[in-house]
Nanobody
Framework: QVQLVESGGGLVQPGGSLRLSCAAS????????IGWFRQAPGKEREAVSC????????YYAESGKGRFTISKDIAKHTVYLQMNSLKPEDTAVYYC??????????????????WGQGTQVTVSS
């Protein structure tokens, strides 16, 4: 069964950096679009960044443009989210999710078929 496992979250001071990892098992990343999403307490789940199966298309939410970078290592079956210049408003549980399509589907959460368990990111001094 396909599975995604996130790691790399933690507590970081404002202005700091984290790299989140999303490890895929039982499927090849070059057939799936993968997205990073987040959910803060009391808020709806929102898109952070997505990457198409063929790496031809990426999406970044306005909140992360210029600060976040999504990348994929096919050989390691892992998708990364590098987050720099973190702000307190980035605090949330971060999830990665996949869909068996090439395209990112506008990075809309309801278009993604399976999800990891999430990793907590807390930005605080």
């Amino acid at each position: 069964q396909v599975q995604l496992v996130e790691s790399g979250g933690g507590l970081v001071q404002p202005g700091g950096s984290l790299r989140l990892s999303c490890a895929a098992s039982m499927f090849a990343l070059d057939y799936y679009a993968i997205g990073w999403f987040r959910q803060a307490p009391g808020k709806e789940r929102e898109a952070v960044s997505c990457i198409s199966a063929d790496n031809g298309d990426t999406y970044y939410a306005e909140s992360g443009k210029g600060r976040f970078t999504i990348s994929k290592d096919i050989a390691k079956h892992t998708v990364y989210l590098q987050m720099n210049s973190l702000k307190p408003e980035d605090t949330a549980v971060y999830y990665c999710a996949g869909r068996l399509r090439v395209g990112i589907a506008s990075c809309s959460p309801n278009r993604y078929d399976f999800w990891g368990q999430g990793t907590q990111v807390t930005v605080s001094s």
